[in-house]
């Protein structure tokens, strides 16, 4: 798929054993991700946003393809516009009903009615989903007011009998709800009309994009471009001298250190979409946990785009896949030492002292448009936190975008309690960034007796366990996510 505003495939493989799509790298972040962390965008930059966004459906629907779950973590913010992403579910106008067990795939709370109601779906519903977007990327409410992803879905599905109060918006954006969240989907604007009719009200040409989005979201977005235009240079692995074998050691069948593998030749750094003009240098690093989120982003765009292929595939594919978070490796891997020791080797017990052990701490699901930001350090929640202010934070769990459970450190399943099961747990089985509202409601991706871990932002390591898992009893006034009932355990590592 190629076309305005779309991030282009570059290359592909679909007739492989591993089918698999590879699409340009945008620097940018999600719409969803710049209104959790800077709030509602200016009037100008929606209605620019829309327009473009519309352009680029318009492409799409050229094709014969309905995107089928456009919503604003499938909009790339960049400093040449905004890119649509992620046709995981994206079909042919005429093919067949997409569904999985239990309903309709999608996301409730950007679906039009049709979809919600299970029936078929044609350009028109992307329409729907779009105007949905502007009303939330302008003032950050929904048309459909508050309340969890499914109780919204039902809201939505009956907009025939309760249409959408639209009283409380500006009245240009109004204009512009009132002609896509029509019930009717052969009344709703189309894509060149919702196009001219923003490039009208931004008061500027849809492909002028100098200042096009506030101060602060330009210099995030310059800054990650200018990351992504020089990556870091992959650190050499260290080789070891050769150590004199520890004769009991040796008399005891134990293996000697001798030197490490030469390092391997580094894979190449990402390339960034060809679009990237001139950006600032990056800023100097802090003490942060950014390297290891830049790796995340990598790795989350190379899954993305396998696991678009895995569902959208001719043979219906698999329904989920089971994906990895950040593959960074904290600084408390152990590490080959080429001094020589007349000592025995400390105990592992010896590589981490206890700070707390067992401190009850529950996790409940947000209100709408809430978060809860998570210090295990202290321990200490913040159930009101503040939008984007989760710095020294390990975990939001949060409602301002697309709810989801995000891992701000990499967080793995450890198969034991101990220091060292948890340490290995982070590298070796790393769940995803963030866990969506549906998979989290499911019961599948965490569950009762399970055993997390990460290396904190004061570099220490802690291990959640879960000791229940509660439904959501809310009844719309939550995102219908379950609260996680845990034991905290905390221990500072010594090397």
């Known amino acids: 798929m190629q ?6 495939v570059v290359d592909h493989d679909t007739a492989g054993a591993l089918p698999w799509i590879a699409s340009a790298f945008v620097p940018g972040l999600s719409l969803a991700d710049a209104l959790a962390a800077y709030g509602p965008l200016p009037l100008p930059a929606v209605f620019q946003l829309v327009g473009c966004t519309a352009r680029a459906l318009g492409s799409i ?14 909009i790339l913010l960049g400093s040449t516009g905004p890119y649509v992403i992620d046709f995981g579910i994206a079909q042919a106008a005429d093919a067949t009903q997409l569904t999985r067990s239990g309903g ?40 459909y007011s508050e309340g969890g992803a499914t109780a919204l879905g039902v809201r939505i599905a009956n907009t025939e009998r309760t249409p959408p109060d639209l009283s409380g918006y500006p009245a240009p954006l109004r204009t512009l709800l009132e002609r896509c969240l029509t019930a ?39 800054r990650r ?14 080789t070891a001298t050769p150590t004199q074998p520890d004769a009991a050691a040796h008399l005891a069948g134990q293996p000697t250190v001798s030197a490490l593998p030469p390092p391997s030749t580094p894979p190449p750094g990402p390339a960034h979409a060809p679009w990237s003009t001139n950006t600032p240098s990056p800023t100097p690093a802090k003490r942060t946990r950014t390297p290891l989120l830049a790796a995340a982003g990598v790795v989350a765009v190379a899954l993305a785009v396998i696991v ?10 698999t329904e989920g896949a089971s994906g990895t978070g950040a593959d960074g490796k904290h600084s408390g891997t152990p590490t080959a030492t080429s001094s020589p020791s007349t000592s025995s080797s400390p105990s592992p017990k010896d590589a981490y002292t206890l700070v707390f052990k067992d401190k009850p701490l529950t996790l409940r699901a947000p209100a709408y448009n809430t978060g809860t930001h998570v210090d295990l350090d202290a321990p200490k929640l913040f159930p009101d936190g503040e939008i984007g202010q989760d710095d020294g934070m390990e975990l939001t769990y949060q409602d301002w975008g697309d709810s989801d459970l995000r891992f701000l450190t990499p967080m793995g399943r450890s198969t034991g309690t101990t220091p060292e099961a948890c340490s290995s747990g982070v590298d070796t089985d790393a769940l995803p960034a ?35 898992v509660v439904p959501d009893t809310k009844q719309g006034l939550s995102s ?13 590592s010594n090397k």
């Not at 678009?308 to 594919?317: E, N, S």
């Not at 409601?441 to 399970?450: N, P, Q, S, V, Y």
């Not at 219908?480 to 500072?492: A, G, Q, R």
């Open 308 to 317: 678009t292929w895995a569902i959208a595939r001719p043979d219906g594919g």
């Open 3 to 8: 076309g305005y505003h779309l991030v282009p």
């Open 225 to 238: 471009e200018a990351a992504a235009a020089r990556p870091p240079a992959p650190t050499p692995t260290p």
């Open 184 to 222: 009717e989907p052969a009344a709703r604007i189309t894509t060149d009309e919702l196009a001219e009719l923003c490039e009208r009200e931004a008061g500027r040409p849809l492909r002028t994009f100098d200042s096009w989005l506030p101060a602060p979201l330009m210099e995030r977005i310059a």
């Open 104 to 143: 309709v795939i999608g996301t409730p709370q950007y679906m039009s009615p049709e979809h919600a109601l299970g029936e078929p779906v044609t350009a028109a519903t992307d329409l729907f989903s779009l105007g949905l977007i502007a009303a939330v990327a302008a003032t950050g409410r929904h048309p």
């Open 480 to 492: 219908d996510m379950p609260d996680y009932v845990t034991t905290l355990t905390l221990w500072k």
């Open 434 to 468: 963030a866990i969506s509202a549906d998979d989290l409601d499911a019961g599948k991706t965490l569950t009762k007796g399970m055993v997390l871990c990460t290396v904190t932002g004061d570099d220490n390591l802690a291990m959640l366990r879960i000791t229940d």
């Open 61 to 74: 629907h050229a094709a014969d393809v309905v995107h089928r779950d456009l919503k604003p973590g499938n």
